[in-house]
Each structure stands twice: as C-alpha cells, then as structure tokens.
C-alpha cells in the first residue's frame, strides 16, 4: 500500500480470545463521520495473535481498510511489544488522526504513543467534531473537575490523538456485508523484550460482574439513598426490571457500595434505553455521562433538583415511598409493556 498521510485510523483493541472491545467498534461511528468530513478513509487498526474475529467485527462495521499485524508477542497487552508495533505503523503510514478507547490499555498506549511522536494527546473525550476553519479535529473533554467542557485543537502535529471513553458513541449499523481492504504487515518485537510479566491475575469480583457500559437499564442511587441499606431497595427494582444497579460518586466514596458502580466523569460512561436516578441531584460530572440514555427517571424530593432539567420522567417524592409502589406495580406487570 502507498504511503497515505490523510487517513483517519481507529485502534480496535482486543481480548485474550480476539475479539473486538465495543469501544474500538464504537468508535468507527465518529471515525466515518471525521474521516469523510476530510475526503478520507477510516481504517482500524488490529494487534494480535489470533485477530479473525475482531478483524470481521471491523469490517462489519465499516471500516474502508484494516491493517493487521499478528503475533504470539501480541498475545496479551505489553506497553513494550504494542507501543512498537503501532509506532511502527504510524511511522511507516501517516496517519492524520488517531481514535483509542479510554480503556485502561487504551490510557497506557496513547500517551506513549503521542510521547513518541512528540504530538499532542487529548485523553477522554466526550465529544468529537471536525473544525472546518482550521482543518483539525477538534476534542471536547471536562475540564476543571467537570465544570467547564473543553475543546482542544492539535493544529501544529500529526497524527492527532484522542482517547474516548466506553459507551460516548453507538457503534455503527453492522453489515456484514461489507468488505475492506485488508493489508497484513509483519511486525515483530522478541518476546524476551517486554520488559513486564504477569505474574498474578487478581480479578475484582464486582468488575467482573457489572457490566454498567453493556446494561440496558440501569437504576442508580445516590446521597438520597441515605446509607448501604438503601441500596437493597435500588437493588430491587433493578432486579424487577432485569437492571444493573449504578450509583453515584458520593455513595461510592461513602462506602454504601463499590467503585465498579459509579456512573459519572469518574466512573462509567452509560448509554442504556432506560436510565432511573434515584436520589440523585444531577450534578454536572453525573449527568455528563448518562444524559445520553434512551429514557431517563428521576425520582428526587427536590422539585428543583437539576436531574429533573434532563430527566424524560421526573417523580418528585421519597424515593423509598416511590420505589415499592413502582415495584408494585411491575409484579403487577402493568409496566410489562413499557419496558
Ligand atoms: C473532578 C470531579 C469528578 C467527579 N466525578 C463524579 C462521578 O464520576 N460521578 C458522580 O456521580 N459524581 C462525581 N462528582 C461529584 C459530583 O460533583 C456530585 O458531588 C455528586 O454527583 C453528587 O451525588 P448525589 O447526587 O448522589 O448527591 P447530592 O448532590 O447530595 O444529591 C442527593 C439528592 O438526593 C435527594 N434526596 C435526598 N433524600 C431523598 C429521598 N429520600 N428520596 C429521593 N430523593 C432524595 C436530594 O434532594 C438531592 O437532590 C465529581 C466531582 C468532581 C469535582
């Protein structure tokens, strides 16, 4: 393939069996919009040792082209072998753009990427435009703990980097139909090179099992909860509706219930049909990343309580009178229909 130094490129990272992390899929959604914007093709980019599956992921959600480089030294994550591979890539091809998910690997990769290349890195984006003035992308992110919403310009360096968060954007309607061209590159880094080994894997119980940025509904409590017992009654109605239970960052840090709940700047970006925020007053750094669920409930003794500005359905009462009733009335399956 010839040298291209206009493309837009999306990093579709990988598990331990291939397959594609929705963020990466997700994020071919802003890389169409971006790289059309500026007459150029948006193609992913995948690490692995088997990368089959997440290479048809890719494709079938519309990537123009798909660079592939496979080895057992990509087996799992290493800073050491994945750093080299991708700035060889970015070295031999150009890119203009970089997107990578705001995953943990994805905050270990982008930064020494950009570092290497000696460019600039906007890190959790919330947001993702094309600036036609200057003929840059431009990256919106929270700044000053959330108050102030960002937006950053990379007009002196290429690529241009940017990390999004899990759950910002919707993946693009899958096709698997669609066809992309694909190129393998040989890229090799010893093994004995990476300079980090696993030597424990210890997994967080609640991690595993809360799956807040996949959840379809999501119930989530706050200060209004009053203390870990109150959580029984969020987790109720989640359990009567088939939910998750979220939480927002002052119950966290009040020990009521763990981090793997919290939904906020400082937590989980959530996109789920049907989000119900009990008890909580809607501060800018919660509803930055939940605003954009399908439905949002409140129910808040506060009529003023900024939740309901963006709420669809606001109840303004004592959540633990509320939530009986609106569990009475599913076993009713009065709701059965609504959701
Ligand atoms: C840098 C930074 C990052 C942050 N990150 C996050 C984050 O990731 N997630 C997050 O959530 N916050 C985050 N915060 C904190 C955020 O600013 C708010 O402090 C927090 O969201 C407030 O939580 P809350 O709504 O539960 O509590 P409060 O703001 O105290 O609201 C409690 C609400 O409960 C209502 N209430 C009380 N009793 C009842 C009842 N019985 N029934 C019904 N309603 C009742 C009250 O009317 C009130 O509206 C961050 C802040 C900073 C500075």
Redesign the pocket.
Known sequence: MEMNSSNLWVFIETNEKGQAHNVGLELLNPGHSLSRAQGDEVVAIVIGQHTEAAVASAEAYGSDRIIIVEGEEYARYSTDAFAYAFHALITKYAPTSILIGATDLGRDLAPRLACRLKTGLTADCTELDFDEESGNIAWTRPAF??NLMARILCPNHRPQIGTVRPAVFKKPEQDTSHKAEIVREEIHFSIENIRTKLIEEILDADNETIDLEGAEIIVSG???V?GPDGFKVIQQLADALGGTVGA????VDSGWISSAH??????KTVRPRIYIA?????????LA?MSSSDTIIA????PE?PIFKIADYGIV????KVIPEFIALIDEQILTMAV
């Not at 129910?299 to 506060?302: A, G, K, P, V």
């Not at 009462?317 to 633990?320: R, V």
Request: aromatic share 2%; net charge neutral; charged share 10%.
């Open positions: 703990g959330g706050g200060r209004g009053g927002s960052r002052v119950a919290q939904v906020g700047q400082t937590g009990c008890g909580i007053s809607g501060a800018i750094q919660h990343a129910i808040n003794t506060d309580a009462g004592d959540l633990f």
